[in-house]
């Protein structure tokens, strides 16, 4: 009988450190699947971080794109302004001195 417990009593040993085994060995894959999801998460912020630098560079072009169509549309009004002012400045003078000449009694 002796014979027969010595056995149960090596298998409860094999078994003992084949549990111990496998609860180290999933140790180990729980560790490595956290380095491999912690890698996952900085590659994916990455391209996130780059993806937002890229948006922000693209709505930056924009931005200087319809400033510089405001700023030449801006000058291309202030240049016509100006030339009517110019062709108002020639009547506004005449104007001026035929008043004068008129108010002195020179006409």
């Known amino acids: 009988m002796n014979g027969a417990i010595e056995?149960?009593?090596q298998a409860e040993d094999e078994a003992k450190g084949i549990?111990?085994?496998?609860?180290?060995?999933?140790?180990?894959?729980?560790?490595?699947?956290?380095?491999?999801?912690?890698?996952a998460y900085e590659n994916v912020l990455e391209a996130k971080r780059k993806e937002a630098e890229a948006i922000i560079?693209?709505?930056?072009?924009?931005g200087k794109s319809a400033a510089r169509t405001?700023?030449?549309?801006?000058?291309?009004?202030?240049?016509e302004l100006k030339i009517a002012a110019e062709k108002k400045l020639n009547s506004a003078i005449d104007y001026i001195i035929e008043r004068i000449v008129y108010k002195n009694g020179n006409r």
């Open 57 to 62: 560079e693209e709505k930056r072009e924009e």
């Open 7 to 9: 056995k149960i009593k």
């Open 70 to 79: 405001i700023m030449e549309d801006g000058k291309k009004q202030a240049d």
């Open 19 to 39: 549990i111990e085994e496998s609860e180290i060995l999933a140790n180990e894959i729980i560790l490595e699947a956290e380095k491999l999801a912690e890698k």
